[in-house]
């Protein structure tokens, strides 16, 4: 069962720690709102989706070893489950997770979706709208940036 939503958690393997670092610095000021909601949305994914994963009463993370040339390691922290957690942890899969889409999930991906509609100008998006409609709009985008 997927359980109530996570407790987040800071995500050191994903490298993620704000949104600004994510955002080319010269882009218009709208055009800099949608990325940055976009990259809010996202990261918020990110961070529910590893804390669901690994939940840290579970895991523990090992730091890798630095290369000789290194002062510190560029790698991502391994994540090792703890004694006794390593068949649950095992069962903690992304597959496993999408299969039983917990309302939090399902609510974080809205909220990213949202926030890419909104960057498109889709006023009149819902969730509701057809992919055959979003395929639609994406391939007319397509073709018009395409000069075609």
């Known amino acids: 069962m997927a359980g109530p939503e996570p407790a987040p958690q800071p995500s050191p393997a994903s490298g993620r ?4 670092p994510l955002i080319p610095a010269g882009l218009p000021a709208a055009v800099r709102l949608h990325a940055e909601a976009i990259a ?3 990261q918020r994914l990110v961070v529910l989706r590893d804390a669901w994963l690994n939940p840290p009463e579970w895991t523990e ?3 890798e070893v630095a290369p ?6 560029p790698y991502p922290d391994r994540i090792v489950a703890r004694p ?4 649950d942890l095992a069962k903690r899969t992304l597959t496993n997770l999408y299969n039983q889409r917990p309302a939090w999930l399902a609510q974080a991906h809205a909220t990213l979706d ?3 509609a909104a960057a498109y100008g ?3 998006w819902t969730p509701a709208m057809p992919d055959d409609e979003i395929l ?9 940036r395409a000069g075609k």
């Open 61 to 63: 993370r090992v730091p």
């Open 40 to 42: 809010r949305a996202a």
């Open 114 to 116: 949202a926030a890419v």
């Open 17 to 20: 720690g704000s949104v600004g």
């Open 136 to 144: 639609r709009r994406l391939l007319a985008l397509n073709r018009e």
């Open 122 to 124: 889709w006023a009149d």
């Open 68 to 73: 000789l040339c290194m002062d510190s390691s």
């Open 84 to 87: 006794g957690f390593a068949g």
